[in-house]
């Protein structure tokens, strides 16, 4: 199964954007870039992916490098609540597991 | 739309007991997964439900853990005996769909085990 590398931790500013990388550099042609956070106490949620062209919605960002061998999540405006733990998991095959890694734990400062 | 429900939220029981997990995936929700989420790491896939058959149950320690999915709704897991390493939260997620890549999962709250 594909891996990827992200940093064990990051702190933010509330109202600051948070730029989280991803690396997967044995990515493959079939593989869909997935990212799921974790808010304490909760089951993750999803919230956003992409093949190869970035993608927007309500909730974040995904910009996808050239070689698609890595990808940042971007929030816009980083809130108190946003602070959780974000998983970079490749997702591909008829089954679609989620391989979940250890994540980026997201300090939000007021 | 209501989410995915478990119960018990949380769960204490010594180590040779048996323990029963319960979860109502989304309606309409085919595919069901069942997940152990020990303390400081990510989830880790323990089977996969399509309808009421089993996909991948690679990564379940079948000589103690067992799980159904009747009729292809509601779904239990169970563990026995328990042993202190099955010390975790118990997440269940649905996804609409087959469980391709294209489909989400919609995650429960998770039950949270001890074993003592």
């Known amino acids: 199964d594909a891996k990827t590398t992200q940093p064990n931790s990051m702190e933010s500013n509330e109202e600051e954007p948070v730029h989280l990388p991803c690396n997967h550099s044995t990515i493959s042609g079939t593989d869909y870039i997935h990212w799921y956070r974790q808010l304490p106490s909760q089951g993750p949620e999803y919230v956003i992916h992409?093949?190869?062209s970035n993608v927007n919605n309500r909730m974040a960002s995904l910009a996808i490098a050239e070689d698609r061998k890595s990808s940042t999540l971007i929030l816009h405006r980083a809130t108190l609540r946003d602070a959780a733990v974000y998983y970079c998991?490749?997702?591909?095959?008829?089954?679609?597991?989620?391989?979940f890694g250890q994540g980026t734990t997201l300090q939000v400062k007021p | 739309e209501a989410g995915v429900a478990q119960s018990p939220r949380y769960k204490i029981i010594e180590k040779r007991q048996s323990v029963a997990f319960w979860c109502n995936p989304i309606?309409?929700?085919?595919?069901l997964y069942w997940y152990q989420q020990i303390l400081g790491q990510g989830p880790k896939l323990l089977i996969q439900?399509?309808?009421?058959?089993?996909?991948?149950d690679s990564q379940l320690p079948k000589d103690r853990f067992s799980a159904e999915r009747l009729k292809g709704v509601d779904s239990t897991l169970k563990i026995q005996p328990a042993k202190l390493e099955d010390s975790a939260v118990y997440l269940c997620?649905?996804?609409?769909?087959?469980?391709?890549?294209?489909?989400?999962?919609?995650f429960g709250p998770g039950t949270r085990l001890t074993v003592t």
């Open positions: 998991i490749l997702r591909t095959g008829n089954t679609g597991k989620l391989i």
């Open positions: 992409g093949l190869t």
């Open positions: 997620a649905s996804s609409l769909g087959p469980g391709g890549v294209l489909y989400e999962q919609y």
């Open positions: 439900f399509q309808n009421n058959g089993v996909v991948d």
């Open positions: 309606s309409g929700h085919a595919t």
